[in-house]
């Protein structure tokens, strides 16, 4: 079964404070899609990554940066130096491949992190 | 471009009562997905049109929500005799065709019902 685990209920940093959001999964595919989704309260889902199964090369894109490893079934999500615009819902999803298509996302419970400044 | 619309976006209903849910995909997106995200959960999924394929309702908690999609683009979320369970954020998400360089998926702002 596939399943997505954020264990990290609420994590609260002050400005400009590295973090780390854990995201560990669990499928049975070899090929799946893990994505890492924002929803600031506004509540509107904002993509922000997808990786695929077969590319485990780490990923940065300004102050965010992503960490998959296979051997763990872990895509961690690190925001260096973070910001009060930071704030928000992050939710880790993984989808599976099957019959030349995507499927539904699962979600995990997300993690809510709130940035003081 | 336009993204993803849902309409109402609340919707406040009595306890038995009916009610449609809107979502109006992006233009030529050929995937269409419903979640549902209660009050500080994460989403689940309901149901998923591909194309002109059987709809893949695995998500549907019960037999009084079902969804339709007319024309391969607009699609409408049904939920008979409400309950107060039934209360959460409904969430609509489209994608594009294609393969895996396609595979985001885009949601919209969401319908927030409550069920009295």
């Known amino acids: 079964a596939q399943k997505v685990t954020q264990a990290q209920t609420e994590i609260s940093v002050v400005e400009k404070e590295d973090v780390t959001l854990d995201c560990v999964y669990e499928?049975?595919?070899?090929?799946?899609?893990l994505f890492w989704y924002k929803q600031p309260p506004s509540g509107e889902l904002v993509f922000l990554i997808r990786?695929?199964?077969?590319?485990?090369q780490n990923e940065i894109s300004g102050r965010y940066s992503w960490n998959f490893q296979k051997s763990t079934s872990s895509f961690n999500f690190t925001i260096t130096a973070s910001q009060v615009v930071d704030s928000a819902v992050y939710f880790c999803a993984l989808s599976e491949w099957y019959g030349g298509s995507q499927g539904n996302l699962i979600f995990g419970k997300g993690t809510k992190l709130s940035v003081k400044p | 471009g336009a993204g993803v619309s849902q309409s109402p976006s609340n919707k406040v209903t009595e306890k038995g009562k009916d009610v449609e849910l809107r979502c109006d995909p992006i233009?030529?997106?050929?995937?269409l997905y419903w979640y549902r995200q209660r009050l500080g959960q994460g989403l689940e999924f309901l149901i998923y049109f591909q194309g002109n394929s059987a709809p893949d309702k695995s998500g549907l908690p019960s037999d009084r929500f079902s969804a339709e999609r007319t024309g391969g683009s607009v699609s409408t979320l049904t939920i008979q005799r409400t309950q107060q369970e039934d209360s959460a954020v409904y969430l609509c998400?489209?994608?594009?065709?294609?393969?895996?360089?396609?595979?985001?998926?885009?949601f919209g702002p969401g319908t927030r019902l409550t069920v009295l």
């Open positions: 499928t049975r595919d070899t090929t799946y899609y």
């Open positions: 990786r695929n199964s077969f590319d485990e």
């Open positions: 233009s030529g997106h050929t995937a």
């Open positions: 998400a489209s994608r594009p065709p294609g393969g895996s360089s396609y595979n985001e998926q885009f």
